[in-house]
């Protein structure tokens, strides 16, 4: 079975810190890099954004009536919406600004909002989901 893949996300270290979108304020640079930091969200192989994986336990809390559909509703209000993939029950976002370019409060914000729907529809997976190169 394929499983939804990005570019090679990295490992986070000095040499290569995220490339921040213009005007993203400290706390909003701490939040990003807590959130990398916890090993559940990767910063992109850009280093402009971060990705992660999500894997439940079928494919209509994946996509059907849930997961998939609640951060679409959410990327409406917010006007700020992924790049992602979804394979039955996987799914794999990636957040990135285009304008101004980088990683950005907005991108923070909505993974904080993946992970806690996420939570809320019982994720199933600890584990990280190859990714391709």
């Known amino acids: 079975m394929s499983t939804p893949t990005f570019g090679k996300a990295q490992a986070l270290s000095e040499a290569n810190e995220p490339q921040w979108s213009l005007g993203t304020d400290e706390a909003t640079k701490k939040e990003a890099l807590c959130l990398i930091s916890r090993g559940r969200w990767s910063l992109s192989a850009t280093r402009m954004g971060i990705e992660r994986e999500f894997k439940f336990k079928t494919f209509a809390k994946a996509m059907v009536r849930l997961f998939i559909n609640q951060v679409a509703d959410q990327c409406k209000v917010k006007k700020h919406h992924p790049e992602w993939e979804n394979v039955y029950n996987k799914v794999a976002i990636r957040w990135t600004t ?21 939570i809320e529809l019982g994720e199933t997976g600890e584990e990280k989901i190859e990714r391709g190169g």
């Open 98 to 118: 285009h304008n101004p370019e980088g990683l950005s409060h907005k991108d923070v914000e909505m993974a904080k909002f993946c992970d806690d729907k996420g």
